[in-house]
Nanobody, 124 residues
Framework: QVQLVESGGGSVQAGGSLRLSCAAS????????MGWFRQAPGKEREFVAA????????DYADSVKGRFTISRDNGKNTIYLQMNSLKREDTAVYYC?????????????????WGQGTQVTVSS
């Protein structure tokens, strides 16, 4: 089992930045790929970004490409999501997820473990 805890959410004005963190604990010796997803009110949870165990493979949703950066520090069992140039439509609960395969995928069903989420609110 792997436990994931997100942090770093909050409220920010449009154009601002936030950095989310996701700390993993438990059976972290496996080579997990990790991802960020988000869910806005009344909408389905959607893919944001994902990173392979080595960091050599990264994928972004088109809506965040060029504004968000995913990274990881395996020594700290932590991944990050640097969010710049935030827009109102980025408002959502952001979830961290891990999958036991080291390969990057966009599908929610491909992930085995999920955090509780952290709220990001962007105001104009």
């Amino acid at each position: 089992q792997v436990q994931l805890v997100e942090s770093g959410g909050g409220s920010v004005q449009a154009g601002g930045s936030l950095r989310l963190s996701c700390a993993a604990s438990g059976r972290t010796s496996n080579s997990y790929a990790m991802g960020w997803f988000r869910q806005a009110p009344g909408k389905e949870r959607e893919f944001v970004a994902a990173i392979s165990w080595s960091g050599g493979s990264i994928d972004y949703a088109d809506s965040v490409k060029g504004r968000f950066t995913i990274s990881r520090d395996n020594g700290k069992n932590t991944i990050y999501l640097q969010m710049n140039s935030l827009k109102r439509e980025d408002t959502a609960v952001y979830y961290c997820a891990a999958r036991e395969s080291g390969l990057v995928v966009r599908s929610l069903v491909g992930y085995d473990y999920w955090g509780q989420g952290t709220q990001v609110t962007v105001s104009s």
